[in-house]
């Protein structure tokens, strides 16, 4: 037809010139296809192939150029024998005398046949693992290889492939899900009427169930309290255009990526939004931003990706069609996906429309590149025809059963065009013939050298003559270094995923046990008490028991941090900086449930240089305080209200039938700590005023009586500075913060009455010089009240007491404790030294006792019709008597969990860090409840 339009603008000498030439090729072309025998196999990788790669009108086309097709027979084949037949091909199972076979898919190893020529996906260019044995076949059994993904232009874009159709059924089918996911969710949408990509003969007969759907849309049928929906299309390749295609079936509007929240608030809901987003909209450089494609190009571990915050954010449905390479950046990560499947409405709160609400915006994900923890990382393996959508959540679960409960769809089928087989088949046999044609002339038993395929056929051949050709050599360099790679990965995985857990205290055996479950990690417990690590080595096996003092063996230290993944330190929080540092130089992890302090603060910079997470402040208080706290507080926000007040107490008790004694407080480690925190210094916010309590004992008299729980007597008084957590917390419009500690009535008192005896004074008193002569407690109370001489009646001394403390109730404290006998003191120079263990041992938990932990969070709200609620949330945990303390459960479950979620990549940022972003906190609580620490909540509207 171009020659006959030609001709008519030539003249006639021209004309006859150009239709003689013509001919001339078409002669040498007949001649060169003539009493060529080729095959088309049949497809035996999936039962859902359907898919050939030649169709019948391609058949005929080589047929009348002189070609012989043999054809295998296969009832799955979307096209019937008989078209097959009719378009002059012969039907037999022996394809043994073509020269070059044409697949799809795969071809099992048992069925190669030695010297030919096979055409189809190998799926062997990055050196896949699974099939390594199909090529050492190929190259055994003296085949030529061409791959049709490697058939390229001069520009390295392929010119072969299946990818628009992969985008009209994945497509179909997320439309499909869609339905299906907001049906769960109470929402009964014109996407229900769309069916599986396979369930249609066609795609026309799939656009016109789409278009169906979109005259529902556009006459207002889609659910107000969906809100309007915006589906993002990755990439502009065939793969985007052809879900694009089938998106413009629905009554649509484009919009840039910068409108993308415009849309979100204000979009209509009579039809769907769409935004294509390229290379440029997301990536950009680590340092100096900006994106440049030839550098990306060339370098793509040198930018990051910006898609999860500023585009996926505001995404109903991804459609995810990009090419991903090993060093790019991923479109969505593990914690990515966390911040963005976190909840958007606070579903107790009563709806204007009354509505089911939606779990948050994004709803679906078809991840047509279905690239296994490739650009969406949570992703790890693809879902199948036969089962085409599972529910993944922020905690890392998958349910392919159902389209309820929490998390986004996501459909990652990686055979996507056999569901539309034919028009699947007809387009990529039209785009193939061309190439056939030269393919054809292969001989495999002949050296590639005497051949003269076009550039595009030769560059996509990978095994010739049994070797691989040069463009593909370093197939086998990929290999070696991926069995490397996997050797070490295995290693890893086995061995290597290490946790090194300082400090063998009662906290920690909950934290072992946890760690212990995984089997593929490897736990060694670092102790200066041998004994008590032995005893956790001896109870969980594999775990490693080792003596060490922190500072005392520095290099021990050193050596035992470089051999681990993560190390946990229980020890007190005035060494962490220490141990941070010795983490950061082996670029090992680290996490404590301690205060982070301002000297593991300074270690910031050094930690994200070396790309090292140093995690704080993930035990009970803090820790669960902060957790329970910021996922309230993010709940709220996204309701529309704001946070006006927050008062949170926290302590652990005894239970009350083990709190009979003057301080209705035992410990089960030493209690300088909790006798030193009653002297510190606080400061919090009450009615936008600070209020600030000085160091030396005023703190007691701070304290005040608390009936949130009624059957409890409590009591609190502030713990440090509060007024910080107004910005950490994200409230700095609050007009009171203050966090405290929790006691029984009673010890505020009791406390106050050994202060003022002076026996809480951290600096050395004479008579307590471990050199110096034996005294008694009673000998020491006298010292203290200042009497000339320890020779007084029993009676009068309690007498003097009452004088000094103006208190009958606190002198009976005192002689409850103990205080006024004869029995000796074991003096350890300073007042609080002495009382200290003096206490450890009188008010030590017996075997039986159990302990308490109460954490309570008082939040006032402000809501937007002006009503102020305060909601109330309460944790209270018991001990066991045959298992953990509460305290240990409340402080080794959380830090375990954190560890883990380290180990399993679900924690990425890196430096100094707190539990301080829905992608922590909220899979923390969740992981909590499955461990029994739950809350409840209570609310009061004033």
């Known amino acids: 037809m171009k020659i006959l339009q030609l001709c008519k603008s030539q003249s006639n000498k021209t004309c006859s010139f150009l239709m003689t030439q013509t001919t001339m090729s078409s002669v040498r072309y007949v001649n060169t296809l003539k009493g060529k025998i080729i095959a088309i196999r049949r497809e035996d990788q999936s039962v859902w192939e359907r898919r050939a790669p030649l169709a019948p009108a391609n058949v005929r086309r080589l047929i009348r150029a002189g070609v012989k097709v043999i054809v295998q027979p296969s009832n799955r084949r979307a096209y019937p024998a008989q078209s097959y037949q009719a378009a002059g091909a012969l039907l037999q199972e022996d394809i043994s005398s073509a020269s070059v076979i044409f697949g799809v898919k795969q071809v099992p190893v048992d069925q190669l046949i030695s010297n030919k020529t096979y055409c189809f996906f190998s799926h062997t260019i990055k050196a896949q693992e699974s099939n390594m044995p199909l090529l050492d076949a190929i190259l055994e059994k003296n085949i030529r290889l061409l791959d049709y993904e490697k058939l390229t232009d001069d520009n390295g874009q392929r010119v072969v492939a299946f990818g628009k159709y992969a985008g009209v059924a994945g497509m179909v089918n997320i439309l499909h899900g869609l339905g299906l996911r907001l049906l769960a969710l109470g929402h009964h949408t014109p996407f229900m009427h769309i069916g599986p990509a396979h369930n249609y003969r066609d795609s026309s007969m799939a656009r016109q169930s789409i278009r169906d759907a979109g005259y529902e849309i556009a006459l207002g049928a889609m659910p107000k309290s969906i809100g309007p929906l915006t589906f993002i299309f990755t990439g502009s390749g065939n793969v985007s255009q052809g879900g694009q295609e089938v998106f413009q079936e629905l009554p649509h509007e484009y919009v840039p990526p910068e409108m993308l929240r415009k849309v979100a608030e204000h979009g209509d809901p009579t039809k769907i939004y769409g935004c294509e987003v390229r290379r440029r909209h997301h990536l950009e450089r680590k340092e100096g931003g900006g994106f440049d494609p030839d550098e990306y190009d060339k370098y793509p571990d040198r930018y990051i990706s910006t898609f999860s915050k500023k585009i996926a954010s505001y995404a109903s ?19 990515d996906a966390k911040y963005l499947l976190r909840p958007a409405y606070t579903p107790w709160l009563p709806t204007s429309v009354g509505a089911p609400a939606l779990p948050h915006r994004m709803l679906a994900i078809c991840d047509i590149s279905a690239d296994p923890g490739g650009s969406i990382e949570f992703m790890n393996e693809c879902t199948t025809i036969d089962t085409p959508f599972c529910l993944y959540d922020a905690d890392r679960n998958k349910d392919t059963k159902s389209f309820k409960g929490p998390g986004v769809l996501v459909c990652s089928i990686d055979n996507m065009p056999t569901q539309l087989p034919k028009e699947s088949t007809d387009f990529f046999g039209n785009l193939l013939y061309p190439y056939a044609v030269d393919i054809i002339k292969s001989d495999a038993r002949v050296p590639l050298e005497e051949h003269n395929f076009t550039p595009a056929v030769h560059d996509a051949i990978i095994a010739s003559n049994g070797r691989l050709t040069s463009n593909f050599e370093y197939i086998q360099e990929l290999r070696l270094l991926n069995q490397r790679s996997k050797h070490k990965a295995d290693n890893s995985e086995l061995q290597n995923k290490k946790v090194v857990v300082l400090g063998a205290g009662y906290v920690s055996a909950p934290l072992v046990e946890y760690l212990h479950r995984d089997s593929k990690i490897h736990l060694m417990v670092a102790s200066q008490l041998k004994e008590e690590a032995d005893v956790l080595a001896n109870k969980y096996p594999g775990v490693e028991s080792v003596l060490l003092n922190v500072l005392e063996r520095p290099d021990t230290l050193k050596d035992i941090v470089e051999t681990a993944d993560v190390v946990v330190s229980l020890l007190p929080y005035s060494l962490h900086h220490v141990i941070g540092d010795v983490c950061i130089k082996a670029k090992t992890h680290l996490v404590t449930a301690s205060y982070t302090n301002e000297d593991v603060k300074a270690l910031h910079d050094q930690a994200v240089a070396a790309d090292v997470t140093i995690l704080n402040e993930v035990g009970l208080d ?40 003057p301080l209705r407080y035992k410990f089960s480690w030493s209690p300088r700590g909790v006798l030193l925190n009653t002297m510190a210094p606080a400061k919090f916010y009450h009615d936008k005023q600070v209020v600030e309590i000085q160091p030396g004992g005023d703190l007691m008299s701070a304290a005040q009586d608390l ?17 910080i ?126 302990d308490l932990v109460i954490l309570r969070h008082d939040i006032g709200i402000l809501w937007p019709d002006s009503r102020r609620e305060v909601r109330g949330i309460n944790l209270v945990v018991y001990g066991d008597v045959e298992g953990y303390s509460a305290m240990a459960r409340t402080v080794g479950y959380p830090t375990a969990i954190a560890v883990k979620m380290i180990l399993d990549g679900e924690i990425q940022q890196r430096g100094v860090i707190l539990p301080f972003t829905p992608d922590i906190y909220r899979p923390m609580l969740n992981r909590l409840k499955t461990e029994g620490i739950e809350f409840f909540e209570t609310s009061k509207w004033l």
């Open 725 to 850: 957590y107004k910005d950490l917390y994200g409230i700095s419009n609050a007009s009171t913060m203050l966090r405290g500690t929790l006691r029984f009535k009673g010890f505020c008192n009791t406390i106050k009455a050994l202060q003022y005896l002076g026996l809480t004074d951290p600096k050395p008193h004479p008579c307590l010089h471990p050199n110096g002569p034996d005294i008694t407690w009673r000998v020491l109370i006298c010292n203290l009240l200042g009497l000339a001489n320890d020779n007084i009646f029993y009676e009068n001394l309690k007498r003097k007491l009452a004088e000094m403390l103006n208190s009958e109730e606190s002198v009976q404290a005192i002689e409850e404790l103990g205080l006024l006998e004869e029995d000796l003191v074991l003096k350890l120079n300073t007042p609080l030294d002495t009382l200290t263990h003096y206490l450890s041992k009188k008010l030590c938990y017996e075997p039986n006792e159990r």
């Open 622 to 661: 803090p820790g669960i305080d902060h957790l329970l706290a910021l996922e309230c507080f993010d709940n709220v926000r996204q309701a529309g209200g704001k946070i006006e007040s927050f008062v949170s107490w926290c302590g652990g008790l005894p239970a009350p039938e083990c709190s009979s004694n």
């Open 317 to 335: 449905v991804i459609i995810n069609g990009i090419y991903w390479a090993v060093d790019s950046p991923k479109l969505l990560t593990i914690p």
């Open 707 to 723: 009936d949130f729980l009624p059957g409890f007597a409590l009591e609190g008084f502030p713990n440090r500075d509060s007024t």
